[in-house]
């Protein structure tokens, strides 16, 4: 049965990679996961590109995990030297796009899914594979969680060779802009915004927050664009700056935001507070759980949809993180199978 499902999942990850499936443009490969789903007994359930199915003996008394991983690559660059859209397999080795990140942990989680199908759990189980989660779009897994009810951890799949990240950074992106006074550069008149901009750019190069995360190390700022001037001879009025702001466990996105606007003098506006940082407990059943069959324990430093999460979440899927958005990307098929024997070790009779 298990080997079956495992047979399963690669030939959908082989579809899944010849459909194209940029962020936004998922529809196609979105038709394949809703088709899997009812051809292996599940009730599917679709809105705009997200796909989710609800384990047949939803009890409301009962605590619920969800499952997610997306669906949706990155546009291909220029350097691959396979056809990305092509599932092309040597030896143990499927090379394509979006076999990696997230295509792996997507149909190791809907085998897994598919296994617990016809058993008696003592929890509820949802699996959403999802859209946009590459570009963070509006019709992302956050569009469709008021439709799941209460959902009590969720289970993220990405690529982290089957080991459990229970904390991951969240992002902020500061538009931050001094003001200065227009004037003639030949003569002493004016304010250079430019300079007015020195003391904050010297802040955001070093100043250390406070609380530092055990698995996320300090928060850390860089200023990554800037702006000033329209002529040679004219003293600049503006000069704006982008920084960008890697958030540790410790701080919500508004916490950041609040001690900067408090440290610097230039206007701070940020992009979005919805990115935030993720944390669950230590003594976690699930946590426990995964160290229990091996799995080790550690803090992300990339963004994923447990960013949309309110709730106790692990990200945890088969693949490595080094190898996504890079030329030629692939996943190992012993990989997928041995993510899918973790996974369902990770739930066979698991209790909150």
């Known amino acids: 049965m298990n080997q079956e499902l495992?047979?399963?999942?690669?030939?959908?990850?082989?579809?899944?990679?010849?459909?194209?499936?940029?962020?936004?443009e998922e529809d196609k490969t979105a038709d394949l996961i809703f088709e899997f789903l009812e051809s292996n007994g599940a009730k599917a359930q679709r809105q705009d590109n997200n796909v989710w199915s609800i384990h047949p003996n939803y009890d409301v008394s009962k605590k619920t995990i969800l499952l997610n991983s997306h669906h949706d690559t990155v546009k291909f660059g220029s350097n691959w030297t396979y056809d990305p859209l092509i599932a092309t397999v040597e030896e143990d080795k499927l090379i394509g796009l979006g076999s990696n990140d997230a295509g792996a942990s997507a149909v190791s989680l809907l085998a897994s899914f598919l296994y617990f199908l016809d058993k008696e759990l003592d929890f509820n189980l949802i699996i959403a594979i999802s859209a946009e989660e590459e570009n963070s779009g509006q019709k992302n897994i956050a569009s469709i969680l008021p439709k799941l009810g209460k959902i009590d951890l969720g289970i993220v799949g990405e690529p982290t060779q089957m080991n459990m990240a229970i904390a991951e950074r969240g992002l902020v992106v500061l538009e931050v802009e001094a003001k200065g006074k227009t004037g003639h550069a030949a003569r002493n008149e004016g304010m250079n915004a430019i300079?007015?901009?020195?003391?904050?750019?010297?802040?955001?190069?070093?100043?250390?927050f406070e609380k530092v995360s055990d698995f996320l190390g300090p928060v850390k700022m860089t200023l990554t664009q800037i702006e000033a001037g329209k002529q040679h001879n004219v003293v600049p009025d503006f000069c704006k700056m982008v920084i960008d702001v890697r958030v540790n466990e410790l701080y919500?996105?508004?916490?950041?935001?609040?001690?900067?606007?408090?440290?610097?003098k230039s206007k701070v506006k940020a992009r979005s507070l919805?990115?935030?940082?993720?944390?669950?407990?230590?003594?976690?059943?699930?946590?426990?759980?995964?160290?229990?069959?091996?799995?080790?324990?550690?803090?992300?430093?990339?963004l994923s949809d447990m960013a949309m999460m309110d709730f106790d979440t692990v990200k945890i899927g088969p693949g490595d993180s080094a190898r996504s958005h890079t030329p030629n990307e692939f996943i190992y098929l012993s990989e997928i199978e041995n993510g899918i024997d973790r996974y369902i070790d990770l739930l066979d009779g698991f209790r909150f």
Not at 195 to 208: K, P, T
């Open 6 to 24: 495992k047979n399963k999942a690669i030939n959908l990850l082989k579809q899944l990679i010849e459909t194209q499936s940029f962020s936004g």
């Open 274 to 302: 919805r990115l935030n940082s993720s944390r669950i407990d230590k003594n976690h059943p699930i946590v426990q759980k995964g160290i229990s069959i091996g799995c080790t324990t550690y803090g992300s430093p990339t």
């Open 252 to 264: 919500s996105n508004a916490e950041v935001v609040e001690i900067v606007q408090k440290n610097v």
């Open 195 to 208: 300079y007015e901009a020195l003391q904050d750019i010297h802040w955001f190069q070093n100043f250390q």
